[in-house]
């Protein structure tokens, strides 16, 4: 079946950046919408970037300005770009993502991946 794989995390110190990667294995015929969430110990797990096909992209408060979401097109894999990351961005990110598949019954389903470790040093 279908899995979602993110990569990119590690430590970085304030005011730098990462590229956040979520790539799908399996066979994929399109991926419709595609999200970023974080968690931070003790905290609610979080929308901070989005892109659907009815609302296109849209970015948390939080990040407006510093995130950036997107995909390369024809391709099962898309991104978060972090750039000026604060304490505040430390969480586990994980990507998610509605895709048809022929492993579906046709309709889109929604997958999430593992997730990957964020750590923003002060």
């Known amino acids: 079946q279908v899995q979602l794989v993110e990569s990119g995390g590690g430590l970085v110190q304030s005011g730098g950046s990462l590229k956040l990667s979520c790539a799908a294995s399996g066979r994929v015929f399109q991926i419709l919408d595609m999200e970023w969430y974080r968690q931070a110990p003790g905290e609610e797990r979080d929308l901070v970037a989005s892109?659907?096909?009815?609302?296109?992209?849209k970015y948390a408060d939080s990040v407006k300005g510093r995130f950036t979401i997107y995909k390369d097109n024809d391709k099962n894999t898309f991104y978060l770009q972090m750039n000026s990351l604060k304490a505040e961005d430390t969480a586990v990110y994980y990507c998610?993502?509605?895709?048809?598949?022929?492993?579906?019954?046709?309709?889109?389903?929604?997958?999430w991946g593992r997730g990957t470790q964020v750590t923003v040093s002060s």
């Open positions: 998610k993502a509605a895709l048809t598949s022929p492993y579906g019954l046709g309709s889109p389903e929604d997958y």
């Open positions: 892109i659907s096909s009815r609302f296109g992209t």
